[in-house]
């Protein structure tokens, strides 16, 4: 149940819809052939489309283009004072804490090199009060239409919870504290463009997608091949063989269910394509570039005390000896 403030709060939040969040901003530089290329080396993306004389930038872009920067600290290119005001009510009630949730973007034009972006925002809506297994808050959508000129090129909607957190709670209704036990292992995010791979997971089967298209190797998981655009796609089974092709110690910051220090590794398989993952059977500061390991699948969530959730396999990979 509502208590009258909080109603009173949620009716103040609802004046903020519709308002401006940025008036006639322009993108820091014009769209470039340098941030496309950083931009596709980043996400591994050799679309022939976002290269040459003819290049268009990534359509996944579009925020890029906007963004203010770290020198744009007062906010972006643009920007109003109404969401930073709706930002500080959400603050004041509590909702000190934010998470962005999801993006959704709609592509009208293909943007260019050459092309100066121009946009405006505006806050879209602001829920009623949800409470989430975060805290309870207000999720906030502003809607960002990007132009070239008079015509639109595409939209950006993002979606904050701003939220007041909730104490964990143990399962007999205590509150953790520091000392409190290992979490139990973050599961893996299961979608629909991944699912096949941590079914073969769980069969204890690296697989890994193959274009039906051009042959071409993939991971992680994809709807459709970076190289020719094919849609259509089938699975080879990895030997599991690979090695280190880099890797970083964990010291900080500290997620509950791991023990810093740890090493994450960028395993290249034999077949070609990596993987992050972790190495086990070596001391994290024994792990080196070049070493070959082997995959093996690890069974989580079955310790006690380690939740009811359902156990759950990852692949991790052993050092192989005489590395
Ligand atoms: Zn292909």
């Known amino acids: 149940m509502l208590s009258e403030r909080e109603d009173e709060l949620g009716a103040r939040l609802k004046e903020f819809e519709g308002r401006a969040a940025a008036v006639a901003g322009v993108g820091k530089d014009p769209v470039?052939?340098?941030?496309?290329?950083?931009?596709?080396?980043?996400?591994?993306?050799?679309?022939?489309?976002?290269?040459?004389?003819?290049?268009?930038?990534?359509?996944?872009?579009?925020?890029?283009?906007?963004?203010?920067?770290?020198?744009?600290?007062?906010?972006?290119?643009?920007?109003?004072?109404?969401f930073g005001e709706l930002l500080a009510l959400l603050d004041a009630a509590g909702c000190t804490s934010v998470v962005a949730t999801d993006c959704e973007q709609e592509y009208v034009r293909p943007l260019r090199p050459g092309d100066i972006v121009t946009f405006d925002?505006?806050?879209?809506?602001?829920?009623?009060?949800?409470?989430?297994?975060?805290?309870?808050?207000?999720?906030?959508?502003?809607?960002?239409?990007?132009?070239?000129?008079?015509?639109?090129?595409?939209?950006?909607?993002?979606?904050?919870?701003?939220?007041?957190?909730?104490?964990r709670m143990s399962r007999k209704g205590r509150k953790e504290g520091p000392s409190s036990h290992?979490?139990?292992?973050?599961?893996?995010?299961?979608?629909?463009?991944?699912?096949?791979?941590?079914?073969?997971?769980?069969?204890?089967?690296?697989l890994i997608q193959r274009c039906t298209g051009c042959g071409t190797l993939r991971h992680p998981w994809l709807p459709g091949c970076n190289a020719c655009g094919c849609l259509e796609w089938d699975t080879v089974e990895s030997s599991g063989e690979g090695t280190v092709f880099s890797y970083v110690v964990m010291h900080h910051p500290?997620?509950?269910?791991?023990?810093?220090?740890y090493a994450v590794v960028l395993v290249e398989l034999a077949e070609g394509v990596r993987m992050v993952s972790n190495v086990v059977g070596v001391a994290y500061d024994k792990v080196r570039i070049g070493m070959p390991v082997e995959a093996e699948f690890r069974r989580y969530g079955t310790d006690a005390g380690a939740g009811d959730e359902s156990p759950f396999v990852l692949p991790v990979f052993r050092a192989r000896e005489g590395s």
């Open 32 to 82: 470039n052939a340098p941030m496309i290329r950083h931009w596709c080396e980043a996400m591994g993306d050799t679309n022939p489309a976002y290269t040459g004389p003819d290049a268009i930038a990534p359509p996944t872009m579009l925020q890029a283009w906007t963004m203010a920067g770290l020198s744009g600290q007062a906010g972006p290119p643009g920007g109003t004072e109404a």
């Open 121 to 167: 925002a505006v806050i879209e809506s602001v829920s009623d009060r949800k409470t989430t297994k975060l805290g309870t808050g207000y999720f906030v959508t502003t809607r960002t239409d990007v132009r070239v000129g008079t015509e639109l090129a595409g939209t950006h909607r993002f979606r904050i919870l701003k939220y007041a957190p909730t104490p």
């Open 182 to 206: 290992r979490r139990p292992r973050p599961r893996p995010v299961v979608n629909r463009d991944n699912a096949g791979f941590w079914e073969g997971v769980e069969r204890g089967r690296l």
């Open 254 to 261: 500290p997620f509950p269910a791991f023990d810093p220090p």
